[in-house]
T-cell receptor, first 112, second 112 residues
Framework: RKEVEQDPGPFNVPEGATVAFNCTYSNSASQSFFWYRQDCRKEPKLLMSVYSSGNEDGRFTAQLNRASQYISLLIRDSKLSDSATYLC?????????????FGTGTRLQVTL | DVKVTQSSRYLVKRTGEKVFLECVQDMDHENMFWYRQDPGLGLRLIYFSYDVKMKEKGDIPEGYSVSREKKERFSLILESASTNQTSMYLCATGGYGTDTQYFGPGTRLTVL
């Protein structure tokens, strides 16, 4: 089983739609969780951290469910500029500070 | 703003050549990382360093070595390049005690 699993997509949605991605992780001791965004042929960039209480940043909402070991990202009112690959990222708490495990990404395509 | 630069955006080398990829950061970060990214496999950690002259193996260190003589500079070395090392190489940095990583623009290496 992969340490971090994501549906690769692509998710094709019209502008204005709401779309949600899920990600599961295998290590129950994992301590930190993130969503990164990667545009085509560019480097990954931090989108948001994910907290147990959930957090929101504008149109983006991230949730963590420790009991079920999954993380979600909800995007409301999708824009063309949201088209990208979204990477689920976990610190598996292996004792090595700051070592992260990346999912393979979910590709989102927002269309007119 | 964190700035992470990589020595080349595109590189073409021949099998057996020694290849140097360099990463420089201007944020005084202790942690530096080298990843490779391949379709369907996501980002995989090759090596990382949490201090000058310190290095730790990541998940796929075989065929690679690293050097960190100065805090701001982290080099990845392919001792004898092979075709299966054709990939996108991404450098990242992060501050002590934090999980957030900042990526450079990447080097797309082709080994012929």
């Amino acid at each position: 089983r992969k340490e971090v699993e994501q549906d690769p997509g692509p998710f094709n949605v019209p502008e204005g739609a709401t779309v949600a991605f899920n990600c599961t992780y295998s290590n129950s001791a994992s301590q930190s969780f993130f969503w990164y965004r990667q545009d085509c042929r560019k480097e990954p960039k931090l989108l948001m951290s994910v907290y147990s209480s959930g957090n929101e940043d504008g149109r983006f909402t991230a949730q963590l469910n420790r009991a079920s070991q999954y993380i979600s990202l909800l995007i409301r009112d999708s824009k063309l500029s949201d088209s990208a690959t979204y990477l689920c990222v976990v610190n598996p708490n292996t004792g090595t500070a700051s070592k992260l495990t990346f999912g393979t990404g979910t590709r989102l395509q927002v269309t007119l | 703003d964190v700035k992470v630069t990589q020595s080349s955006r595109y590189l073409v080398k021949r099998t057996g050549e020694k290849v140097f990829l360099e990463c420089v950061q201007d944020m005084d970060h202790e942690n530096m990382f080298w990843y490779r990214q391949d379709p369907g496999l996501g980002l995989r950690l090759i090596y990382f360093s949490y201090d000058v002259k310190m290095k730790e193996k990541g998940d796929i260190p075989e065929g690679y070595s690293v050097s960190r003589e100065k805090k701001e500079r982290f080099s990845l070395i392919l001792e004898s390049a092979s075709t299966n090392q054709t990939s996108m190489y991404l450098c990242a940095t992060g501050g002590y005690g934090t999980d957030t990583q900042y990526f450079g623009p990447g080097t797309r290496l082709t080994v012929l």
